[in-house]
Nanobody, 124 residues
Framework: QVQLVESGGGLVQAGGSLRLSCPASGRTFSGYVMGWFRQAPGKEREFVAAISGNGGSTVYADSVKGRFTISRDNAKNTVYLQMNSLKPEDTAVYYC?????????????????WGQGTQVTVSS
């Protein structure tokens, strides 16, 4: 069982930055692929980024590539999402999630554990 709690969301102007954090419970954190997803009002939850258990591999949605960076600190059981050059269209509730190794990291259905989400609002 893995419990996730996101933090770091808030209100920021376009062009600004935020860093989301997601500490996880459990002793096998490094065994999980960690992902970030987001859900804007009236839209489906969508993939943002994912990182392998050892942090050596990352993937991003095209919409955030070059602006967002996912990272993890296995000693602290925490995954991060650094968001730079934020745009109003990045406004959403951001969720971190965990899944076993393998499969399709972009597939929301393959993630077993979810946090409660943190709101990110980008003003124009």
């Amino acid at each position: 069982q893995v419990q996730l709690v996101e933090s770091g969301g808030g209100l920021v102007q376009a062009g600004g930055s935020l860093r989301l954090s997601c500490p996880a419970s459990g002793r096998t954190f490094s065994g999980y692929v960690m992902g970030w997803f987001r859900q804007a009002p009236g839209k489906e939850r969508e993939f943002v980024a994912a990182i392998s258990g050892n942090g050596g591999s990352t993937v991003y949605a095209d919409s955030v590539k070059g602006r967002f960076t996912i990272s993890r600190d296995n000693a602290k059981n925490t995954v991060y999402l650094q968001m730079n050059s934020l745009k109003p269209e990045d406004t959403a509730v951001y969720y971190c999630a965990a899944r076993p190794w393998g499969g399709n990291w972009y597939n929301i259905k393959e993630y077993n554990y979810w946090g409660q989400g943190t709101q990110v609002t980008v003003s124009s």
